[in-house]
């Protein structure tokens, strides 16, 4: 089992940055995905940013809405990934939540509780 614990969210006026940071524990995660969505009321939870393990490396992957503005990255000493959000706009308003992809042979997802970004106009 892996938790994960999501913090940094908060209020802040379009144009603003935000840092979010989710800590995992329960196993290793050097050889998994960790990355964001995002889910507001009565929609869908949307892709934000990930950092995908393979042999070679990571990558980082981001939505459309989220490139040049979003920046991912992970500590792996720290079992941690962050999410540097500037630029903000209302839109952004969101629960994010941190995600870790299990990529085996059976794929397992975990989910934090996610913490609440507000953009005001």
């Known amino acids: 089992q892996v938790q994960m614990v999501e913090s940094g969210g908060g209020v802040v006026q379009a144009g603003g940055s935000l840092r979010l940071s989710c800590v995992a524990s329960?196993?290793?995660?050097?050889?998994?995905?960790m990355g964001w969505y995002r889910q507001a009321p009565g929609k869908e939870r949307e892709f934000v940013a990930m950092t995908r393990w393979s042999l070679r490396g990571y990558n980082s992957e981001y939505a459309h809405s989220a490139k040049d503005r979003f920046t991912i990255s992970r500590d792996n000493t720290r079992n941690a990934t962050y999410l540097e959000m500037n630029s903000l706009k209302p839109e952004d308003t969101d629960i994010y939540y941190c995600n870790v992809h299990v990529p085996s042979q059976v794929p397992v997802d975990y989910w934090g509780k996610g913490t609440q970004v507000t953009v005001s106009a």
């Open positions: 329960g196993r290793t995660l050097i050889n998994v995905d």
